[in-house]
């Protein structure tokens, strides 16, 4: 079985590009998670801060696309993480 699980965000399914080495371990996947995270909250934060009726709305759709490929990164990451610490024998810390 390959340690390399595809991103969920890949465009297509039959030919990931984008891939994550499920054999790291634990805090290298939480770090790579937290990462993107961070990412997502500081876009989300740009976003909130705009003035819609100075900002025309693809820029809002761009930022929105790129959290919502970061978010669901992080949400494969961390899934990988989770398994990574079963892995490891890690209890909830």
Same mark, same amino acid.
């Given at each position: ?24 371990? =634990?805090?290298?996947?939480? +770090?790579? &998670?937290?990462?993107? !995270?961070?990412?997502?909250?500081? @876009? %989300? ?14 820029? =809002?759709?761009?930022?929105? +696309?790129? &959290?919502?490929?970061? !978010?669901?990164?992080?949400?494969? @990451? %961390? ?15």
């Amino acid at each position: 079985m390959s340690n390399y699980r595809p991103l969920t965000s890949n465009p297509s399914k039959d030919a990931a590009a984008l891939l994550i080495d499920a054999s790291q371990p =634990f805090a290298v996947l939480e +770090e790579c &998670a937290e990462h993107r !995270l961070y990412v997502v909250k500081n @876009l %989300l934060n740009s976003m909130a801060s705009m003035n819609p009726s100075r900002t025309d709305a693809h820029d =809002f759709s761009n930022i929105a +696309e790129a &959290a919502y490929l970061m !978010l669901k990164d992080a949400c494969d @990451l %961390l899934e990988a993480a989770r398994l990574a610490a079963m892995r490891e024998g890690r209890r909830n810390e």
